[in-house]
């Protein structure tokens, strides 16, 4: 599958209202998120393995509300990916790849 193939998959999928649109994938990017970091948090403090299984679900719902919030405001998977690679790009020739803050 590509990356229009998915955007195509999402559209498919979207189970809440337009009149929601931004805000419930943001929200779900957020909160899925947190779900996928709590298992890494789990594995840090020792509770368990790494449960590499469920941390890939939990990255694929991550994805499904990126997704889904990068078309609501009329964005592709691709143009999401090329305008990280042309910042990082540019933060990395710059030396200023660490560090904190927007515009570096």
Same mark, same amino acid.
């Given at each position: 599958m590509?990356f !229009?193939?998915y955007e195509?998959?999402v559209e498919e999928?979207r189970v809440?209202?337009? *009149?929601?649109?931004i805000i419930y994938? *943001?929200l779900g990017?957020?909160g899925? &998120?947190?779900? *996928? ?5 789990k594995?840090l %403090?020792g509770? %368990? !393995?790494?449960?590499r299984?469920?941390? #890939? /679900? ?5 994805l499904?509300y #990126? $997704?889904?919030? *990068?078309h609501?405001i009329?964005? $592709? #998977? /691709?143009?999401?990916? !090329? $305008?990280n690679?042309? /910042? #990082? &790009?540019? %933060?990395?020739k710059?030396?200023k790849? /660490?560090? &904190?803050?927007?515009?570096?």
């Open positions: 590509n !229009e193939e195509d998959f999928m809440f209202p337009l *009149a929601h649109k994938p *943001a990017l957020a899925e &998120s947190g779900e *996928a970091v709590e298992k890494v948090k594995w %403090r509770d %368990r !393995e790494l449960d299984e469920g941390l #890939l /679900k939990e990255m694929g719902d991550v499904y #990126l $997704t889904a919030l *990068a609501d009329d964005y $592709t #998977l /691709k143009e999401v990916m !090329e $305008t690679v042309i /910042k #990082l &790009s540019k %933060r990395k710059e030396d790849i /660490k560090g &904190s803050g927007d515009n570096r």
